[in-house]
């Protein structure tokens, strides 16, 4: 019996001493190997970050400078008509130094359209808030523009006045010729003063254009 019990613990031991225990080690995450993972990742989630700010700023600056654009193209096309109005008026009223057919026809016909013309372009003005009706700019056109109209009326009376002597019949020829010339020397006087005032208004509209547009 006692040799029956040697043999089995014999046995056992010869089994422990031929399967080695195998011992498993597991390493714990430190937080070296933590961050190592992690950075990769928040750099990646940075740069996309960045890329969309950029993208955004890029837009709205594009946008900006779209918008700014616009507005001085429409400043621009408000400008050019304002001074394109008054150069016309200031061609139609260059009397020059004499009185011939073709300034007689202006005035009598163009003059008053070309008048209209730089009202309707006044009225239109809604970028050049300093030439809008109602502005101290915008009042200095339009008193001129009023101005305009009475001495076209005058001009254009003045001038059937003129076209009436010439055509009627007088048993004094002489008396007709006087009557034309103080016409025609009441014509230009009036279109002498108007010429010089529509120049003025040209000069300074330019300057106000330069130093706004430059601006």
């Known amino acids: 019996m006692i040799l029956h019990a040697a043999s089995i613990a014999a046995f056992f031991v010869d089994q422990l001493t031929q399967a080695p225990v195998q011992i498993q080690c597991v390493q714990q ?15 990646s989630l940075l740069s996309v970050g960045i890329g969309v700010w950029i993208a955004r700023w890029s837009f709205r600056a594009s946008s900006e400078r779209d918008r700014e654009r616009w507005m001085l193209d429409q400043k621009k096309a408000e400008w050019s008509r304002l001074l394109e109005s008054v150069a016309n008026i200031n061609q139609i009223v260059y009397l020059g130094k004499t009185m011939n057919r073709e300034i007689e026809e202006g005035l009598k016909n163009d003059l008053k359209p070309a008048i209209r013309a730089l009202s309707v372009a006044l ?7 300093d030439f809008r009706p109602n502005s101290e700019n915008g009042k200095k056109i339009t008193d001129f523009i009023k101005s305009a109209y009475i001495t076209s009326n ?12 010439r055509e009627k019949e007088t048993s004094s ?43």
């Open 154 to 165: 005058k001009i254009s009376m003045r001038l059937e006045m003129f076209d009436s002597t």
């Open 123 to 129: 009225a239109n003005c809604i970028f050049l808030e």
């Open 173 to 215: 020829e002489g008396n007709r010729q006087d009557e034309l010339v103080n016409y025609v020397n009441s014509i230009l006087d009036d279109g002498f003063a108007f010429a010089g005032k529509t120049s003025d208004l040209l000069l300074w509209l330019q300057e106000e254009a330069a130093k706004d547009l430059m601006s």
């Open 29 to 43: 995450s430190t937080p070296e190997s933590w961050l190592k993972q992690w950075i990769p990742t928040a750099v």
